[in-house]
């Protein structure tokens, strides 16, 4: 092998063999470092030692190829996205390559028209993409699929929708056998509200792989949409018999048992969650002080009596406001680790304190919402709740007040807030909130709802078709958005 002093990277002619003499042994001592760091996770180190090799690899495929795997492999997107298009370019009849820059497009960087442009590049090779040529067609359609869900005019999310089922079930008739492609064609027809057509692709899937996580929350999904509660927790039983770990599963299981048998049930679980939270992450580290902190993950029941000379209500306060006092001295010793571990935690809080107010113990929500408070003060979920409080306790203003700060932050929550308003007198705001709504989600029951209800006030005779879409949409609802199944390749 050559040494530093060999290395020729003169670009003269008269120097090219010794100059592809010195390129070959650099590719191989980068081949090794790659094979070392990758076994080790060092994607980020590796990608920048690859970057260094750039100067001396103008149209080296092997080295810019590794280089654009190491990048995605570090999360670095844009940087893949942009050394995978320097490839393709190299070897435009390669329909990997564009195939690699779509799954960066989607999956880490959520550009769906970039990801849409270089899936249909490999769609026009037609037959000479060979096997990829589904896999275009699949990727096509999810990039499709997911710029429906963020369209906000109606128009554009239906033309998404039928580009998207267009594609899906081109390949699927492509590739029958493959699981991961019917049972997206399986969720993009749920996602249309197709729910008994989606079964035949999902059934398909499953019997190509029974135990896929994916394929079996979907036909949870389903069977809850078409109202077979029952089933539906039966199936997720088995999905969480051979995924036990998967909190989206968890937060599932808790929407059914408390359709099906009550909020009591569904906090069991949710305090399960907890416990599980907190044995997967290990949070409950000594800290510098020698003290580990005190983390609440033990859902709260004030509603037991108390010896002593307070009153039960005021035992509920005295104990809510010691907890919070507590959870305001760990907030800033939570925060350590990836943001996703904390919004889990934070989504648990949230629920359970749904569940509260659904079973009218509102101490306990309170408690519940100022737990996911401490983590995450100004997000909208935790606004939305806090207000959803305010309303069950009649402070109707700062209900509003608080629904306006979570809209600002993220728009969602506008039938709630229109709900609100139609409520307490302020119909023709209320109104156009809602319409806003029911166009952003066209398939959301409680917005029709909320706009028939509207419209009913002020004598509309247009408020029985709200009703009748209100209804036709509900036969039809999951117990959980069907949105919740990642759309990722």
């Known amino acids: 092998m050559a040494t530093s002093s060999e290395a020729v990277i003169s670009r003269l002619p008269d120097q090219a063999e010794a100059r592809h003499a010195s390129l070959q042994d650099a590719t191989s001592v980068y081949d090794l470092l790659t094979i070392g760091m990758a076994r080790r996770g060092q994607y980020a180190m590796l990608s920048e030692c690859l970057e260094r090799a750039m100067k001396f690899s103008f149209n080296e495929f092997h080295l810019w190829h590794q280089l654009g795997l190491s990048l995605m492999a570090a999360g670095k997107g844009v940087g893949a996205v942009s050394v995978f298009k320097e490839c393709a370019r190299m070897r435009p009849e390669d329909p990997s390559l564009p195939l690699l820059a779509a799954k960066v497009c989607i999956g880490q960087l959520h550009w769906f028209d970039e990801a849409e442009a270089l899936s249909q590049t490999v769609v026009c090779m037609g037959e000479e993409a060979g096997e990829f040529l589904p896999r275009a067609y699949l990727s096509l359609g999810l990039s499709c699929s997911l710029q429906a869900s ?67 929350h979907l036909l949870t999904l389903l069977l809850s949409a078409q109202k077979h509660h029952r089933h539906a927790l039966d199936t997720l039983g088995l999905a969480l018999s051979q995924h036990p ?49 005190s983390i609440h993950l033990t859902l709260p029941d004030f509603q037991d009596t108390s010896t002593g000379s307070l009153s039960p209500p005021s035992v509920a306060v005295s104990r809510l406001e010691a907890a919070l006092s507590e959870v305001s001295d760990i907030s800033s010793t939570r925060r350590q680790g990836p943001t996703y571990i904390w919004a889990t935690l934070e989504r648990i809080w949230l629920q359970a304190g749904e569940l509260f107010m659904a079973d009218g113990r509102l101490k306990e929500a309170q408690f519940c919402i100022a737990e996911a408070s401490s983590l ?36 969602t929550g506008e039938r709630i807030l229109g709900r609100l308003l139609v409520n307490t007198g302020r119909v023709h705001l209320g109104e156009k909130i809602l319409r806003d709504a029911v166009q952003v989600h066209s398939t959301s029951h409680e917005a029709w709802s909320g706009l028939g209800e509207a419209l009913q006030s002020r004598g509309s005779s247009q408020a029985p078709d709200c009703f009748l879409t209100a209804l036709e949409l509900e036969a039809s609802c999951p117990i959980r958005p069907f949105t919740i199944i990642p759309r990722e390749l």
């Open 150 to 216: 963020e369209a906000t005019l109606k128009a554009d999310r239906n033309e998404f929708n039928k580009k998207a089922l267009q594609a899906l079930s081109k390949a699927h008739s492509l590739d029958p056998q493959d699981a991961e492609i019917a049972m997206y064609l399986a969720l993009e027809l749920a996602l249309v509200r197709q729910v008994s057509a989606a079964m035949e692709p999902l059934q398909a899937a499953l019997s190509l792989r029974s135990d896929d996580l994916h394929a079996l």
């Open 245 to 293: 770990d998967n909190f989206n599963l968890l937060f599932t299981k808790v929407k059914l048992e408390e359709a099906l048998l009550g909020p009591a049930v569904a906090l069991q679980t949710c305090e399960d969650m907890l416990q599980h939270w907190q044995s997967r992450y290990d949070v409950s580290q000594v800290s510098p002080g020698g003290r580990k902190p």
């Open 376 to 411: 995450f003060p100004n997000s909208h979920s935790v606004l939305l709740q806090r207000g959803r409080l305010a309303e069950l306790r009649g402070h109707l203003d700062e209900a509003k007040n608080l629904y306006d700060e979570a809209l600002a932050i993220h728009p």
